[in-house]
């Protein structure tokens, strides 16, 4: 545990210190419905605050009333219902994200402009982020490496926590659901003139659930973490301001292999961000930004007789100093560029080597207006790395306007993964079964150690092979789509997408091992392409009521894949008994786990007369392939295919005094549930809120 | 209708007389048909996480009489298990398993059971010490089996192709391994190691076509 005494000492002295500042200048807040009108603005499209209604590239926001009148308590459950993005349940329990049917490890996930990692089998798991100081949330689709450099291939999500508000206020909300599922928040924050502070707790336990009752082990086994953030911000004059943030995240859960084999996990995270700001003159800025974070797992298992059967560390630092400035020329018309370096290392249980990463990136961007109704962004950004070819990533976007209800706009980017440290450096052979899986790196010393050790029968690929480097997957993205007002109070907006992704990494088999198993290793392979259409339309017909709703169709397939059903290479039966015939191009369904068809429809009511606040919403996702069920490897119609499905939440608010706010919901309102297949829907949740402000 | 019958009658008759004239008057063609055979039963003793050793006669098959046999020569593939062996080559050497007397060999082809409609002779392969001709184990060779239910399930597209003993040819689609070929087998339930399957014998010397 790093929550030693000393770290406890600063997070408490931090509370103490705040709550002896006395009760002042309360802020009268705004009223609600006249902030409304005022344009979204978001941050992580440009990297220079932007509104969001002109921005050339498909962005949504999430706002922290949305956040509020959906009673959330983690990031998963409310990207969940936004249109085209869906989150999967890895087979490590966590729950990562699809953008644009893109898998998760191809989403950068940001907290205030800075990347969490810990994706130690490629997701990134979302249900360790707490809402509850949440802001808003910024999600660009498109490949935008050109300001983010690796991950942010598909997409970026950005998490914008609050900062501290003018005068004394805090809250304190509590919500208690279905599993024991207990979340407690608080915030206390302070601002007085030039110092402002706030922090922030939330503690979420859960005894878990079980969808498989004939086994002895539960589907999420009993948890509890908390998350701690502490905020510093400072204003040294009118033009240089500086930002400081450590946020602290452990979670302990029972960890249970079979009836014998008992454990725990453990999950370590802490960042810490800091931001100096400086604006010189109209025209230039800089930022100096440093940013560190650890992200450590450990997970144990004993036997029956106490004796430590299993033992496994994931320890991965990152450090990333950069420098940024903004220079305006002119109004409408920005520049902005930055150096940074990225410094990553990572220690793990069967690691042939303790790796690092060392990669200095520049990147510059110009934002501009020719005309009025023209508004063009060119950038680029240029990767150099010790363990990979060097990355450059242009995009360039544009947005017309055509008149005050329609415009245009289409973006094209190049993004990149890096190969991460589990590809390179893998050293991992199953302890039961038998088989072997090896890093790209790791080959070339692994497979000889193994023949020494007669272990290998005959090798398939020979280590030469696996002289060059293995190559970053990348991917062109390419997005067209309009936006349309048909009055003030109906908007829609269409985007096409297509990503085209190069070199994935794939795995394959080398070497077969005496013991009738084989040796995997990482290889760039297939081109996989993503594309398809969403579309988005809101309609708030007054203060009370308003409608949204979202539809994505997407066709995500492997073109090799594409190419073997052309040539008639694959065939099926009706069922398992029956003849097998051919299949064609149409009988190809694409990659597992994707919906062709994803919808939402969402229903917020205000009554500002009662103080209440109402909303029902619902998912819809259509049916989608798992594995490949009829053994001919691909998925394809006459598989098994997991049932399409749709959700309903419902949730009802109402204040009372004032800063009392009661609530009480129900999500998955008919209690879907498919044991089978899908691990993290557990059913109908009831829950109640209870929020004070003060 | 009658153009179309005097049509047919012409073709047959010419047909019938180029026939004769190439064959020098030797015996017109034997029919080739497409047959069923259902469950052959293919029992086997020990293997498979029992810790013994696989042991148990081999059920025999005979394409020309479109039977089983017992015979020790007369047979051209058999089954024990998911295993399929060959009246050629050699013996893998396992418990109970028949010497092989004939000229037996087979290859597995990718597609329908139609679409294979003729020998590829070069990737005829006989049974050896080390493998048979026709491979064992999971995705290797005619099956899958799924871990999960237990099951066996023959891959779509997986034509085995035979030579018989006498140097004949017979094409295979195996459509279940479980008694009574039930649509969706369930492992739990239905008796396995009963062998469906469509077949063609080519009964005529030296063609190579279905």
């Known amino acids: ?694 | 209708m009658k153009t179309i019958k005097l049509f047919t009658l012409l073709a047959l008759f010419i047909g019938f007389s180029s026939c004769s004239s190439d064959d020098d008057g030797g015996t017109p063609l034997l029919e080739v048909e497409s047959e069923t055979f259902s469950n052959l039963h293919a029992p086997q003793v020990g293997g498979q996480g029992t810790g013994q050793d696989v042991s148990g006669a081999f059920t025999k098959f005979d394409f020309s009489t479109g039977q089983m046999t017992t015979s020790e020569t007369d047979w051209d593939i058999a089954f024990r298990g998911t295993s399929i062996i060959v009246n050629g080559g050699v013996s893998l050497g396992t418990n109970d398993e028949p010497g092989r007397t004939g000229n037996a060999g087979a290859y597995i082809a990718d597609g329908t059971f139609a679409s294979i409609s003729e020998v590829n002779i070069s990737l005829i392969a006989q049974d050896s010490d080390t493998g048979y001709a026709i491979p064992s184990g999971s995705g290797n060779g005619w099956y899958l089996y799924n871990p999960q239910a237990f099951l066996i399930t023959p891959i779509a597209g997986k034509i085995l192709v035979f030579r018989t003993r006498d140097g004949k040819y017979a094409k295979v689609e195996i459509l279940s391994y479980y008694e009574n070929a039930p649509d969706n087998p369930d492992a739990m339930t239905d008796a396995g190691r009963y062998y469906t399957f469509n077949y063609i014998y080519q009964p005529n010397d030296g063609i190579i076509t279905f």
């Open chain 1, 1 to 694: 545990m790093i929550l030693n005494k000393k770290y406890f000492c600063i997070y408490f002295s931090l509370f103490l210190i705040t709550s002896l500042f006395p009760q002042e200048q309360k802020e009268v807040k705004a009223d609600s419905t006249k902030a409304e009108r005022l344009e979204e603005v978001l941050i992580t499209a440009t990297r220079t605050v932007r509104q969001l209604s002109s921005l050339p590239l498909p962005a949504q926001i999430i706002s922290k009333k949305e956040l509020k009148s959906t009673n959330t308590i983690r990031l998963n459950d409310i990207l969940n219902e936004q249109t085209g993005l869906i989150t999967i349940p890895d087979f490590g329990g966590g729950e990562g994200i699809q953008l644009q049917g893109l898998d998760s490890q191809y989403t950068l996930i940001l907290v205030d402009g800075v990347p969490l990692i810990g994706r130690s089998a490629g997701t990134l798991d979302l249900s360790r982020v707490t809402v509850g100081n949440i802001k808003q949330i910024e999600i660009v689709k498109g490949a935008s490496s050109s300001l983010y450099g690796s991950e942010a291939l598909g997409g970026v999500i950005n998490i914008i926590t609050e900062k501290p508000k003018q005068g004394f206020g805090g809250n304190v909300n509590y919500r208690l659901g279905a599993f024991n599922t207990n979340d407690f928040s608080t915030t206390i924050d302070y601002k007085k003139e030039k110092l402002g502070i706030s922090a922030f707790v939330n503690r979420l336990s859960s005894d878990g659930y079980d969808l498989t009752e004939s086994d002895n082990l539960n589907t999420v086994e009993p948890f509890s973490n908390y998350t701690l953030n502490t905020k510093l911000t400072y204003d040294f004059t009118e033009n240089t301001d500086l930002f400081v943030s450590a946020r602290y995240y452990t979670q302990n859960q029972d960890f249970i292999a079979s009836e014998v084999l008992r454990g725990e996990s453990n999950i370590n995270e802490w960042n810490t961000h800091l931001q100096l700001n400086h604006k010189y003159n109209e025209k230039w800025s800089s930022y100096f930004e440093f940013y560190a974070t650890r992200y450590k797992a450990d997970e144990f298992l004993d036997d029956s007789d106490g004796l430590r059967f299993s033992d496994n560390f994931f320890n991965q630092l990152m450090i990333r100093p950069e420098i940024r400035a903004t220079y305006s020329p002119k109004s409408k018309s920005t520049f902005i560029g930055g150096v940074g370096f990225n410094h990553e290392t990572l220690e793990r249980t069967d690691f042939t080597d303790e790796p690092i990463f060392n990669s200095p990136y520049a990147y510059l961007q110009y934002d501009t207006n020719p005309t009025e109704k023209l508004n063009i962004i060119v950038g680029a950004r240029f990767d150099s790395h010790n363990e990979y070819e060097s990355q450059f990533s242009p995009k360039a976007a544009l947005r017309y306007e055509f008149n005050d209800k329609l415009a245009l706009k289409g973006s094209i980017g190049y993004g990149f993964k890096a190969p991460d440290f589990r590809q390179l450096y893998f050293d991992f052979t199953n302890a039961t079964v038998g088989y072997t899986v090896l890093g790209y790196n790791a080959v070339s010393t692994a497979i000889p150690l193994l023949e020494e050790q007669g272990q290998i029968a005959n090798i398939l690929v020979p280590i030469s092979e696996f002289q060059d480097e293995l190559k970053p997957e990348s991917s062109i993205g390419i997005n067209v789509g309009t936006d349309y007002k048909l009055t003030s109070n109906i908007k829609l907006n269409i985007n096409l997408f297509r990503n085209t992704i190069d070199n994935l990494i794939d795995t394959r088999i080398i070497a077969n091992k005496n013991n009738g198993q084989n040796v995997f290793s990482y290889f760039n392979v297939n081109e996989v392409y993503t594309q398809g259409l969403e579309f988005n339309a809101s309609w708030k017909p007054n203060n009370q009521f308003k409608i949204t709703g979202g539809y994505q169709l997407l066709y995500a397939k492997d073109k090799e894949a594409e190419r073997a059903f052309e040539k008639g290479e694959v065939f099926a039966r009706e069922n398992p008994s029956s003849p097998s015939f051919q299949l064609d191009k149409e009988d190809y369904f694409g990659l597992y786990n994707r919906s062709r068809h994803m919808a939402n429809l969402k229903l917020f009511y205000n009554i500002p007369k009662y103080k209440l606040n109402a909303n029902i919403r619902t998912t819809y996702r259509s049916k989608y392939g798992l594995f490949d069920s009829n053994g001919n490897g691909y998925l394809d119609n006459y598989d098994n295919f997991v049932d399409g499905y749709s959700i309903i939440d419902i949730a009802v608010n109402k204040t009372f005094y004032k800063n009392y706010e009661l609530g009480f919901g129900v999500d998955n309102l008919f209690d879907f549930l498919d044991t089978q297949n899908i691990s993290n829907i557990p059913g109908r949740i009831i829950y109640g809120k209870l929020n004070i402000q003060f």
